[in-house]
């Protein structure tokens, strides 16, 4: 099924839009703290497309997504009442009982490693809210977590280069089935563990 090529072929086309920093940085505040999509589906073909631009996508990507985490965490401490509902509607409450484990464990760590997760990263600022986290903790790891994963994606596309372009293009199908394939398993490991 050629799901993915077309995804690919439409998000290239998006990346050279005039306004695609902003699109990146939208994206990237709000899956911080509410939307499902992560950012890299957009940074990995912008810094593709633009090379040269690359490090500037990965740091818009971080400081927007550390900006989203900031809301995440706000609404985990002022208004978790309210989200809670939403949490258990879209199926995250048995992941996000896992990022509080998670916390009690690991703490600044925990924000740290959120950014390589299959875990949503949202579910781990709301939770830091909830549970008042130091923020200046919180801010930093999301910081130091964020900025590593969108900069090596970037990081990646500035190495690959037309080569990696060529080869995602002809692969992108298998890699897009492959990495949910990926989600599901990690999603199986994190709630049976």
Do not use: C
């Not at 839009?17 to 703290?33: D, I, Q, V």
């Amino acid at each position: 099924m050629k799901l993915f090529s077309a995804l690919y072929t439409r998000v290239m086309r998006w990346s050279a839009h005039p306004h695609a920093a902003r699109y990146l940085a939208t994206l990237s505040f709000a899956e911080s703290s509410f939307f499902p999509i992560p950012p890299d589906v957009m940074l990995a073909p912008m810094a593709l497309a633009r090379r040269e631009r690359a490090w500037h996508y990965a740091l818009l990507t971080t400081l927007a997504s550390v900006a989203g985490g900031v809301a995440g965490y706000l609404i985990g401490y002022f208004a978790f009442e309210l989200v809670e509902p939403l949490i258990r509607q879209a199926g995250y409450w048995e992941r996000y009982e896992h990022v509080r484990l998670w916390f009690d464990a690991w703490g600044f760590w925990a924000i740290f490693l959120a950014g390589f997760s299959p875990i949503p990263y949202k579910l781990f600022t709301i939770s830091a809210g909830v549970i008042a986290m130091n923020f200046p903790l919180f801010a930093l790891a999301s910081l130091i977590g964020r900025g590593a994963r969108f900069f090596m994606v970037a990081g990646l596309m500035v190495w690959g280069g037309e080569r990696m372009e060529r080869n995602l293009r002809q692969y992108i199908d298998r890699i897009g089935w492959l990495v949910i394939l990926a989600a599901v398993a990690g999603y199986m490991i994190v709630s049976n563990g």
